[in-house]
């Protein structure tokens, strides 16, 4: 476990995280708890153990909502729930998405409508469900993620690089829209995460071996290396920075 900076403005925040039980989600929902915080979090698959889980280490129970993003409605419904239970969501961190492998030639409509409303669609909603709330309060963070992938031109997922950069056009956009209401809004963009089901589906000993190669820092990234970032940007110490994307990949790319 990383020793995490405290950041007192997040105690007692209502914050919403998408698929926030397992992977990075799960490392996240725990970081907000550490805080104080007041999380929710949607996930498709059951994440009663993960709650227990927290409910035994910290004294308090997250929210668990079960939840398809990809259901708008049931979406839009979780945000309320949460807000119900919370008050409004203050804090939105928009991390769940599937990088599913895929070629060009693969890809037909319903594949295509099926990535792009996990990777994409989902996130536009559920900032467009939590901007009210936020509004009504004086303010909000939302931090959606995205990937370095498509900055190093990775072939292998086209559906899912191409939503990764248009959440960083979509980002852009909603901080200059929302700016005026103190909301802001600003991009994760992690490196390859050695989560369970990465090392599971994709983790080869040459591609982690060739990833390492290109990374300044000469460690894996675990699901806690990204908390940090995260908390950093939920917080008001970040309170005039808004429509950026912050890399956290141990320096594989470059930026600005």
Not at 65 to 72: E, F, L, M, N
Not at 76 to 98: F, M, R, S, W, Y
Not at 213 to 226: G, N, S, T, V
Request: charged residues 20%.
């Amino acid at each position: 476990m990383h020793d995490t900076a405290q950041f007192p403005d997040l105690k007692g925040a209502s914050v919403f995280i998408t698929g926030g039980g397992s992977g990075i989600g799960a490392s996240l929902t725990e970081g907000f708890i550490e805080q104080g915080a007041r999380v929710a979090f949607v996930q498709r698959s059951d994440a009663t153990a993960f709650c227990d889980e927290m409910e035994g280490k910290h004294g308090v129970r997250p929210l668990f909502i079960p939840c398809d993003i990809t259901d708008v409605d049931a979406l839009k419904a979780a945000i309320d729930q949460a807000a119900e239970a919370h008050g409004p969501v203050t804090c939105l961190v928009n991390n769940a998405a599937n990088d599913k492998r895929h070629t060009t030639a693969e890809v037909d409509s319903e594949f295509w409508d099926w990535m792009i409303a996990i990777n994409f669609k989902a996130y536009f909603f559920a900032c467009q469900a939590v901007i009210p709330g936020m509004q009504a309060v004086g303010g909000g963070s939302i931090i959606n993620f995205s990937s370095i992938s498509y900055m190093m031109g990775n072939a292998g997922y086209p559906l899912y690089t191409g939503s990764n950069s248009g959440i960083n056009g979509m980002t852009r956009s909603l901080a200059r829209e929302f700016g005026p209401d103190k909301i802001r809004v600003n991009v994760i963009a992690p490196g390859w995460v050695l989560t369970q089901k990465q090392l599971d589906k994709w983790a080869t000993p040459e591609g982690l071996a060739a990833h390492m190669d290109r990374q300044c820092l000469k460690e894996h990234l675990e699901p806690r290396d990204i908390v940090g970032a995260t908390l950093f940007l939920a917080s008001d110490i970040s309170r005039m920075m808004t429509g950026q994307s912050m890399v956290v990949d141990g320096g594989v790319v470059v930026t600005g």
